[in-house]
């Protein structure tokens, strides 16, 4: 389970209806397309940022009622069109997108919900509109869900993140607790790193659960689907805090057994 590159797209999920399966997967494309400009290869930062740009200056024109020019963006348009998707969430995917070539540290926490409002919330919301959810209650707790699930894959690979040059802990809470970034890149869990990692573990279960209760306001597959990804999140949070949020040593990852116990349980949860 992780929410970076965007794995939580159902893009290959058997709930997933006909119907929409085609829009999934060209929203998914866009998404991948866009997040690989950012973080894949070894192109210069402007340059990633002036590929990103072509590809607001796409979503501009789908905007403004104007035909996109590459064969992707006018798939997009034809799907944005039919579903009547907002274009806002688009455009807030490619703002933490152009943030991640520039940004590698956070300072507080708010800063970094905020990056998570831009680069997860935005899928929630577009799921949600494709099913023809679109109240106030269930977009926020649409928004609690995805950046818990954004903080949770943050947490879940501080290791991974410390090799490719960023630290999504935020600073102000490294400083309290004592933590220096020579830590990190030690893979070292002593001290007070434990103590952090409940803190962190702590406030994101609380942002999980207050948007848990969508799982079951929604109906059907999307319901289902929802609780599945809800449930594997907090698998993920219990098994960072049983292993004293040691990721260096004990990545947390789901198995076929947390698999079939979230099955059963998202089925009674109805």
């Known amino acids: 389970m992780a929410v970076d590159h965007y794995e939580n797209f159902p893009v290959g999920s058997v709930l997933l209806p006909r119907r929409l399966r085609a829009a999934v997967h060209v929203i998914y ?4 397309t866009a997040d690989d400009i950012a973080d894949e290869g070894d192109a210069p930062a402007q340059t990633r940022l002036a590929e990103l ?7 501009n024109r789908i905007d403004d009622g ?46 970094l919900v905020d990056y998570c409002r831009r680069s997860a919330n935005p899928v929630g919301r577009l799921m949600l509109a494709l099913y023809g959810e679109t109240d106030a209650r269930s977009l926020a707790m649409s928004d609690g869900i995805c950046t818990a699930l954004q903080l949770i894959n943050f947490w879940q690979d501080v290791a991974i993140d410390w090799q490719k040059g960023r630290v999504y802990l935020p600073q102000e809470d490294l400083q309290r607790f004592r933590i220096a970034e020579s830590q990190i890149a030690a893979g070292d869990a002593g001290g007070l790193w434990s103590a952090l990692m409940r803190h962190e573990i702590d406030r994101t279960r609380k942002m999980l659960q207050a948007g848990a209760p969508l799982g079951k306001v929604l109906k059907g597959r999307l319901g289902l689907e929802l609780r599945l990804i809800i449930m594997g999140g907090e698998r993920i949070l219990k098994k960072l805090h049983d292993s004293n949020g040691d990721m260096f040593g004990h990545r947390p990852v789901l198995t076929w057994r947390d698999w079939l116990y979230m099955l059963w349980r998202a089925l009674r949860a109805k």
Do not use: C, W
């Not at 494309?29 to 991948?32: E, G, V």
């Open 29 to 32: 494309r866009f998404a991948r």
């Open 53 to 59: 740009g072509k590809l607001r200056e796409e979503l």
């Open 66 to 111: 104007q035909p996109p020019q590459t064969a992707m963006m006018q798939q997009l348009a034809a799907v944005i069109a039919k579903h009547n998707l907002p274009i806002t969430p688009f455009q807030d995917l490619l703002s933490a997108f152009s943030q991640d070539v520039v940004k590698t540290r956070y300072d507080t926490f708010g800063e």
